[in-house]
């Protein structure tokens, strides 16, 4: 029995409905979709290229800052971050996670990727200090106060991060005994417990000091009883985008990423 024109019109008008929320659906993912490559379509129809740059902890204010210099001067790419202790960021290359370079805060960490990474470029160096708890109120001056178990605790960096090798490369070279009362996984986690008063002192590099000035104060450690951090970047050999990522490892060097990383107190290469 042939249908009411009602119904016919009702179904009629719920198809194209219908037809109307897809196409709205699908309009924006078209214009954001991001493809396997990690190549991302970007609002007016170019391609943009997606890095993912695995870094340091101690990087993670000045590379924020560098990264968005880098992409103001290079629209069609975008880079991403992914912050930690140079041991993990070596675990995770040579687990293979997918990334296109890396950043480590030491030369052996870097060392121990040679079968992962292209040749590595050292895009600037660092040094230590003891960073204390505002107004210094343990009155430490140097090194030997550290030894001082009962009246102040230490954090240092884990010995497998760089940080925690050389702060106790350079505790052993001065003879100097110190039992932390924590380990931590990567420098800025000591940063972190002075900060929040559940450390009186811990070993820092400079500009991890430099980040927390309202919370914490540095003492400088004379060069002669300090150890110089270089940080090695290199492209990983799996990433799929090799000529975006070693345009941005070799940007690093240019002037003026060097400007910003040695107004963050990183040091020349």
Known sequence: MPQPRTVRRTRTVRRAATALVTAALLVPLAACGKDDSGTKASGDGSARTELTVLAASSLTDVFTKAGAAYEKEHPGTKVNFSFAGSQELAAQVTQGAPADAVVTADTKTMDRLTADVGTPTVIAKNRLVIVVGEGNPKKIKGLKDLTDLARVKVALAAPAVPAGRYSRQILAAQKLRVQPLTQEPNVRAVLSKVELGEADAGLVYKTDAA??????????????QNAVASYPAATLKSSQHAEAAAAFVKWLSTPEAQRILQQAGFQQP
């Open 211 to 224: 980040a927390a000035p309202e919370k914490t104060d540095a003492i400088d450690i004379p060069d002669a």
